[in-house]
């Protein structure tokens, strides 16, 4: 549980920051897993089997992705963040105080869980077990609110307090999450049977296997977990049932659970927390450690990149709603369309590998060049100018080049009216948001991960935007359908 320091080195690692939010990012590929282990946790009556059927009702495989977007995002790339700065700063007043280093360690990691909860994690579980838990089915025609519009309804009604419902199981979970001492024990199990040192670096394989371990292992507080989900589940009737507390807490929620369901109601859904703990140990344990090495040497910069940007385009078409449909279409398309996948989705992600990362790359790179060595503020203020004037207008049109390509544009006029037309909306929002971006990059980012912290906040914006254009093209073309119509009846 403790912070890896470099030698020498004074306070927090931002690359560490950096490197714990991406890869936190990473591990909500494993919603799948949050979404079924919640199901299972709330309805506690339910095999696994039900579970899975339950979800798939939901819409499909987008139904195993509720709470994602932007719940699961929030709390991904801020909680890490939150732990290395708390946990740091426990563990250096503690080691300061004459206190065992395996003991600062676990004391900092503890507190540094902590602060998670009630810093983040507190409204963000809280949201995403309300989107998983909640019932979806429209009546009577009537569309169920999205998750921005949930969330300000139990603002509205219930404050803070509502919003943050379970934070204090949150806290007691996060505080008594030991994957990470888990792993590490296991990592020193395996280098004893090998014979090895504890400075011998373990093969791939090894570190994974401990992580699984650790993983596996963590999910001991598993109760804890299981009254979570029912502080903040949204169960239809839950809170009908005549044993249920009108006040939840921990403690009584706990005596409910149990006196309801057993020993085993307590332990619901822990199989597929184990996978998502094993998941989530090995992304952020032995990949981490990866990942560091390879930040160090800087391998093969330009094809990382281009795979990460090509990775994000590609999710950023296929979460944004509204979906692909294809009435008359083979079972490929109609299989392709359950998963939210059409072929704008690959035309998108072909624009990230071939135009987006290399472009970014060369005019990044560019940039921190003149502006090596430079630290001063009129260097910063320079440089802000400089993107502002001189990258973001190239990698405006080039967007929105390659959007009208995308959008099918066959000639260069229409390429050229596209960018004329969406220009100045596209490069104004740049010249809002690209300043704040930089600042923090010159601030907080190490220069070896601009490009992907860029990336990941053209990612946010551009899921954003994505979701607009698509609803404003959905309404013109209804507009459009209507007005034919009635020249039709006319």
Request: hydrophobic share 45%.
């Amino acid at each position: 549980m403790a912070i890896q320091k470099e030698p020498g080195q004074k306070g927090v690692s931002w690359s560490n920051i950096a490197v714990g939010a991406i890869m936190n990012m990473v591990t909500t590929l494993g919603q799948p897993l949050e979404v079924l282990k919640t199901q299972m946790a709330a309805n506690r009556s339910q095999p696994m089997w039900q579970a899975t059927k339950a979800v798939w009702a939901r819409g499909g495989a987008a139904g195993f992705f509720q709470g994602l977007i932007p719940w699961a995002w929030i709390e991904a790339s801020t909680k890490g963040a939150v732990l290395i700065f708390t946990a740091s700063e426990i563990e250096t007043a503690t080691l300061g105080m004459g206190i065992n280093p395996a003991a600062a360690g676990l004391l900092g990691g503890m507190t540094g869980g902590i602060a998670q909860a009630y810093a983040t994690m507190g409204f963000t579980t809280c949201m995403k077990t309300a989107e998983i838990t909640r019932q979806k089915t429209a009546a009577a025609g009537i569309k169920p609110p999205s998750t921005w519009a949930l969330f300000m309804d139990i603002y509205r009604k219930e404050g803070l307090a509502g919003v943050n419902k379970g934070v204090n199981a949150v806290a007691v979970r996060q505080c008594t999450n030991w994957e990470w001492v888990f792993a590490r024990l296991a990592e020193t199990g395996i280098r004893r049977v090998r014979g090895q040192s504890d400075t011998d670096v373990l093969r791939p394989w090894d570190k994974i296997l401990a992580s699984s371990i650790g993983g596996a292992l963590a999910t001991w507080n598993q109760p804890i977990e299981v009254v979570r989900i029912e502080m903040q589940s949204m169960v239809k009737d839950a809170g009908k049932n005549p044993n249920r507390p009108a006040k939840l807490t921990v403690f009584n929620t706990l005596g409910f659970v149990y006196k309801e369901s057993g020993i085993r109601g307590l332990y619901r859904g822990v199989t597929p927390r184990i996978g998502l703990g094993i998941w989530q140990t090995i992304c952020m344990v032995s990949l981490t450690d990866y990942v560091k090495i390879w930040l160090q040497l800087a391998v093969h910069p330009l094809r990382t990149k281009a795979i990460t940007t090509a990775t994000l385009c590609f999710l950023q078409e296929v979460l944004t709603p509204p979906f692909p449909k294809y009435p008359d279409a083979p079972v490929l398309l109609h299989l392709l369309a359950r998963s939210h996948v059409d072929l704008r989705a690959l035309k998108m992600a072909i624009y990230g590998f071939l135009v987006s990362a290399p472009l970014s790359h060369f005019l990044v790179g560019l940039l921190q060049k003149a502006f090596a060595g430079k630290t001063g503020t009129s260097a910063k203020i320079g440089q802000i100018v400089a993107n502002n004037l001189l990258v973001a207008p190239v990698q405006t049109s080039a967007y929105l080049a390659s959007m009208a390509i995308i959008s099918g544009a066959k000639s260069v006029d229409e390429v050229v009216n596209t960018i004329k037309a969406g220009f100045f909306s596209v490069i104004r929002i740049t010249w809002i948001t690209s300043p704040i971006a930089l600042t923090v990059a010159q601030r907080f980012i190490p220069v070896e991960l601009w490009v992907p912290f860029f990336n990941a906040v053209q990612f946010v914006l551009g899921t954003y935007f994505n979701a607009r254009v698509k609803q404003m093209r959905l309404a013109a073309l209804a507009k459009k359908a209507e007005k034919e119509k009635e020249e039709k009846q006319d």
